[in-house]
């Protein structure tokens, strides 16, 4: 029998995230020289600047590409983005490999058909409350947050009290 999401949580020590439907709200505004503009919540990007100041692994594997999207994870201090991605599989694995990590410690959060293969190869898949059905269905935690509205931040957070690593991230700052 597999372990429940909160059975999983005390293990977890890696973060990879989707970005289109998971850390935006999967709409994009198009400009007139047709770039693609997207939505980030402030909360979600907090979260992920939180993990990785607390020795947390935070990669982003997503199909989409846009200069102002890895602009914005390399400000949150997150080394590891692969955008542009067409197999988020072969991805994961060469991340895994180049930091020996375990798949038990891995939470993917993921929104769409192209999240579900890897999704089945962690730990603790879970995905936004507006995932689509397929998503849903192997997803071991819904957030009750859509995508750009704060599911990353309610994982990430879920993860980082459990571990009591969340208020120690703000005594640190606020001392």
């Known amino acids: 029998m597999s372990k429940h999401f909160k059975e999983i949580m005390n293990d977890i020590t890696t973060f990879i995230f989707d970005v289109d439907g998971v850390l935006t709200d999967g709409s994009v ?3 007139q020289d047709g770039q693609l503009l997207r ?17 947390y692994n935070v990669c982003i ?23 542009g991605v067409s197999d988020k599989v072969k ?3 060469e991340y ?11 939470l993917y959060m993921g929104d769409d058909i192209p999240d579900y293969h890897v999704m089945q190869l962690v730990a603790l898949p879970t995905c ?29 957070e879920q993860i980082m ?7 120690q991230h703000f005594d640190a700052k606020f001392d």
């Open 29 to 31: 505004n198009i400009s």
């Open 39 to 55: 939505t980030m919540f402030i909360r979600d990007g907090y979260a992920m600047k939180a993990a990785v100041e607390n020795g």
């Open 61 to 83: 594997i997503s199909g989409g590409s846009n200069e102002g999207v890895y602009t914005r994870f390399k400000n949150l201090g997150i080394k590891e983005i692969h955008l």
């Open 91 to 93: 991805v994961y694995n």
């Open 96 to 106: 895994i490999q180049k930091y020996n990590i375990n798949p038990d410690n891995i």
């Open 128 to 156: 936004p409350q507006d995932a689509v059905q397929e998503i849903k269905g192997i997803s071991k935690y819904v957030s009750h947050l859509n995508g750009g509205r704060g599911a990353v931040r309610d994982v990430i």
């Open 161 to 167: 009290k459990t571990q009591h690593k969340w208020f």
